[in-house]
């Protein structure tokens, strides 16, 4: 019985850490705004999608921030996802798939081949536009399903691209993480921990209360 | 007493061991993302009227430009329009110097509907003082609206009222 009660302290003790551990983490990261930006690796040359996948899998709206290079421009066109893919068919572009928290990056995979994607000539865009210093645009989720995708200036690099969400709630539950993991750090540690014993002086029945009263 | 808090401990890990599974989606709000609409609006309001805008800029350039410019008037002109340009005493309205006077602004009034092509346009706009209707087709995805058919409306004549565009 002690076994098992000092096993699941030590499980306890394991939960609580892991907790405080997790929870400090992400307090860190989300700041007291619940802010989480991720970034996105480089892709060159290589357009950029951003699919609902990424785009509407929250009720918040996405903030994406694109930078272009120095001296070069980069379009951004959002439109609804079946009328992105008609107009991107085969071309190469990276597609974003999710975030890597602890790296705190977007994930990307390859997909198409073709060259010469050119989305200034399409007509079906909601929203389109030629940025040439570092732009942030909100996407709204009142609009959801779409799709965006970001595109370098011809023969240009796109400079940097992130993603970010912001919800104060997250903040307040990487608070609470804490507290709970060190709740279960103390009874843990209580369980583990061997009590220590109080010794009590011996007494003798009858010690002072018949003093005095001995018969001579 | 010990027993019952080894339970209450013992219940408290499993507790934690089997909720860990599915808590990050919960905890972050994580949710599938929306299905598109069976019939969605090809445009909104906003970018149909630049789209319809952009494509009369262009038909006016190639109904009004060299006859030569073949090309110029195929990227910007389809079926009536086209065969119009492309004769060479066009048809010019009454009321009007050439066949296709710019309008300063054009009014949209309506888009067609769901995700497959052709699709449409329908706007109006004012030019010379002679209102007309312009319809605007793209066939396919990675070609621009083009520029079908122009109808001048004779004085009183009116079109059935269309759902309003967002």
Sequence with gaps: MLLIKRLLGALLLAAGLALVVVGGWFAAFLGSNGTARFAVPPTGSTPVLLEPAILNRTAHPVRVTVTPKAGSTATIAIGAPSDA?????DHAVAVVTGVDVRAKSATLTRRGSASGLDLGLVDVWRTTR??????????????APQTMIIQPGSGADLGALTLTWSDPAWFREALVAIGVGVILVLAGARTILPRRRRHRAPTTAGDGINQGTVVA | MTRRRTWGALALAGVLAAGGCGIPDRVVGLRAAPT??????????TAARQVSQRALDRASEAMTGPDADEAARKSALLGPALRLAEVKDKFVAEGRTNALTLPPAVTLLGVSRGPGWPRYLLATAQAEDVQSLYVFVQTDATTPFKLQTTVPMEPGASIPAMPLLT
Excluded: E, N, W
């Design chain 1, 130 to 143: 030629s940025v040439s210093a570092p732009t942030t645009v909100v996407v709204d989720q009142a609009d």
């Design chain 1, 85 to 89: 893919a008609a107009v991107i068919g």
């Design chain 2, 36 to 45: 598109v609409p069976s019939d969605p609006a090809i445009l909104t309001a």
